[in-house]
């Protein structure tokens, strides 16, 4: 079977087959993506405001420059790979969500899972981590059950969030370690 079937196929079953009822849920998970993603990063700004924690207020910087590579690289990719969206490829695919522009990649997953990639390497408790990925995962299902995204554009998404998630945290560690190395702990100040 040609992977464009395949991922046609996939699609048009979660399009057709979603649970009773739950097109407001998931247009509703689907919606605050955004929203979720700012809270959080905001939520880890006043904890660090509250505890007046240089160490919390560099885990806000990182996820705050997430943030912002995430709209960059979804809108410069969609700019230059250009995908007809599902619905408007396919008339038997029902659109039930907002989506334009681009398919590639899902934007929602590519948010969704930079800032649960992000957060789960910087709060590594199951009790911040779970949720995180959880949501994430109902944010990428969302995306294809309510026909605004392949699964391909959904996969792409979620390995372009994971990437810049992890890249943007390692380079923060190998800069400050960097620094540190500089600088001995006798003539730095705190």
């Given amino acids: 079977m040609h992977f464009a079937t395949l991922d046609f196929a996939l699609l048009y079953w979660l399009n057709h087959n979603f649970i009773p009822h739950s097109v407001p849920v998931l247009q509703l998970v689907s919606y605050t993506t955004t929203f979720i993603s700012i809270a959080m990063v905001l939520i880890v700004l006043i904890i660090s405001i509250v505890k007046r924690s240089k160490s919390i207020r560099k885990q806000f910087y990182i996820l705050a420059l997430v943030l912002i590579l995430v709209a960059l690289v979804s809108q410069g990719l969609k700019q230059i790979i250009f995908r007809e969206r599902p ?15 681009s398919s590639f990649p899902s934007g929602h997953s590519l948010e969704a899972f930079a800032i649960a990639t992000s957060l789960s390497l910087l709060f590594k408790k199951k009790k911040i981590v779970i949720p995180l990925f959880i949501w994430a995962m109902l944010v990428a299902y969302s995306r294809m059950a309510l026909g605004v995204h392949y699964p391909s554009d959904v996969v792409g998404g979620i390995i372009i969030g994971i990437l810049i998630g992890w890249s943007v945290q390692w380079a923060f560690n190998r800069f400050n370690s960097k620094g540190a190395n500089r600088c001995p702990t006798s003539t730095c100040n705190p």
């Fill in 87 to 101: 619905f408007s490829a396919h008339p038997s695919i029902e659109k039930l969500s907002q989506g334009g522009g």
